[in-house]
C-alpha cells in the first residue's frame, strides 16, 4: 500500500462528506486507504456516511478519545508507505495526492510535508509555513511580530523547507514515523503536529511546504466559542513547552510560561464578555 489517509472526525458530518468525496477524486488510481476515526459524534456520521463510501474504514470510538490518540489508532491499523492526516473541514485537487507523493519519493529526506491551505474565499493562511515556536519566536508572535513564526520570508510558488507541518494536511513518511514515534497522546487537540514535526527535524528529517492548494475550512471541526477550548488550547502550548524547553534557566522560561497564562487568561475574559452579551 502506498498511502494511508486518516481522517479523524467529532460532529461535522456535513464537512466530512464534501472532505471524502474530493479524496474519492483525488484517490483514482493511486494504491490507497482511507480511515475515518469518529470520536463519538453525535451527528449520525457513520450512519449517513457509512453507507455512501464503503471504500472507507469507519472506526467508532465510544467517547471522544482526542485527536492525537485517534489518528495514532489508525496509523497502527495501516501498513503503507505514506500516512495522511487529513482535517475533515479540507477539501484537495484531484491531482494533490500524487503530486504530494511523487515529491516525498523524489525527496528521501522528506520525512513530512504540508501544502499551501486556502480560506473560503481563496486568502492563503499563514498556518501553512510555521517555524518551531521556541522561546524566542513566542515571546516574538505573543508580542506582535509574527512573521518570524509565519516564516513570511518563503515565497509561496515554490517548495520550501519549513519547521512545522500543519496537522490538516499533514503528510508523513512511515519509516520517519517508526523512528520518532506516533503522535503524542499527551496532546488531546492541538500542539500536536508541532510536536511531531519537531521531533522529525531532532530525527535528522526534513520538513517541506508544497504549493498544493487545498480548501481549509478553519475551524470547522472544533468548537472556539466554549471554556474548554481555551484550556485545552493554551494547555497544549504549556504541554510542548514543558517537554522540550524545561532545561533551560527561568530567565527564558518564566516569561514565555506568564506570557501564555496571561493570554489564556485574556481569552477567557474575552468569552465571558461575548456570553454575558447574548
Known sequence: MKLSIV???YNVRRYLDKCLESVREAM???????????????????????????????????ENLGFSCANNQAISLSHSTYVLLLNPDT????DTLLKAVRFMDEHPQ????????????????????????????????????????????LPWDVPCRIEVVSGAFCLLRREALNQVGLLDEDFFMYGEDIDLSY?????????????????HYKGKSTTKTDFRYVHVFYQAMLIFFRKHYSHLSLFYTLPVKLAIYFRA??????????KLHL
Open 7 to 9: 481522517i479523524v472526525s
Open 199 to 215: 521531533r522529525l527535524l531532532k530525527g535528522g528529517w526534513e520538513n517541506w511546504y508544497l504549493p498544493l492548494p487545498i480548501i
Open 28 to 62: 483514482n488510481g493511486m494504491e490507497a486507504e482511507v480511515f475515518v476515526v469518529d470520536n463519538a459524534s453525535t451527528d449520525d456520521t457513520l450512519a449517513v456516511l457509512s453507507p455512501r463510501y464503503p471504500e472507507v474504514r469507519f472506526i467508532a470510538n465510544e
Open 265 to 274: 487568561f485574556i481569552a477567557l475574559i474575552d468569552l465571558l464578555r461575548k
Open 91 to 94: 477539501r484537495i485537487e484531484k
Open 110 to 153: 522528506a520525512g513530512g510535508a504540508g501544502v499551501m491551505m486556502l480560506d473560503e474565499q481563496g486568502t492563503r493562511a499563514p498556518e501553512s509555513r510555521r517555524a518551531i515556536p521556541t522561546p524566542w519566536v513566542s515571546a516574538l508572535k505573543m508580542l506582535g511580530f509574527p512573521k518570524r513564526y509565519y516564516m513570511s520570508h
